[in-house]
Nanobody
C-alpha cells in the first residue's frame, strides 16, 4: 500500500508561482509513475502532468510552458512547479501514483487547494 501526501498549496495572485510537493510512503519503492490532477468546483478531475521513470513527462495543453513536473532521485517525492498562474488554475490538486507505466494510477492523495486571485 502507498500513501501520498500533498503540500504547497495556497493563495497566490495571478502571474505568481507555487510549488506543490507530494511525498509517498509505505510501499513507495514500487512506484514507477506519478502524476498531478486537478479538480475545479463543478468540473471533472483532469490530468495536469505526469512523470514516469526514468524521465518521460507529459503535460496538459493548458499548462505546457508554465508548469514543470519533477521527481527526486529516490522516486518518493514528486513536485509540480507552477509559474505564471492564472485564475483558471484554481482547483484542488491531487497527486497520483502507480507501480506501472500509467498516469491514471491506483493511489491518490487527499488533495491540496490552489487559489489564484485576479
Amino acid at each position: 500500500q502507498v500513501q501520498l501526501v500533498e503540500s504547497g498549496g495556497g493563495l497566490v495572485q495571478a502571474g505568481g508561482s507555487l510549488r506543490l510537493s507530494c511525498a509517498a510512503s509505505g510501499s513507495s519503492f514500487s512506484i514507477n509513475s506519478m502524476a498531478w490532477y486537478r479538480q475545479a468546483p463543478g468540473k471533472q478531475r483532469e490530468f495536469v502532468a505526469g512523470i514516469t521513470s526514468p524521465l518521460l513527462t507529459n503535460y496538459a495543453d493548458s499548462v505546457k510552458g508554465r508548469f514543470t513536473i519533477s521527481r527526486d532521485n529516490a522516486k518518493t517525492t514528486v513536485y509540480l512547479q507552477m509559474n505564471s498562474l492564472k485564475p483558471e488554475d484554481t482547483a484542488v490538486y491531487y497527486c497520483n501514483a502507480d507501480p506501472g507505466a500509467t498516469w491514471a494510477g491506483r493511489y491518490w492523495g487527499q488533495g491540496t487547494q490552489v487559489t489564484v486571485s485576479s
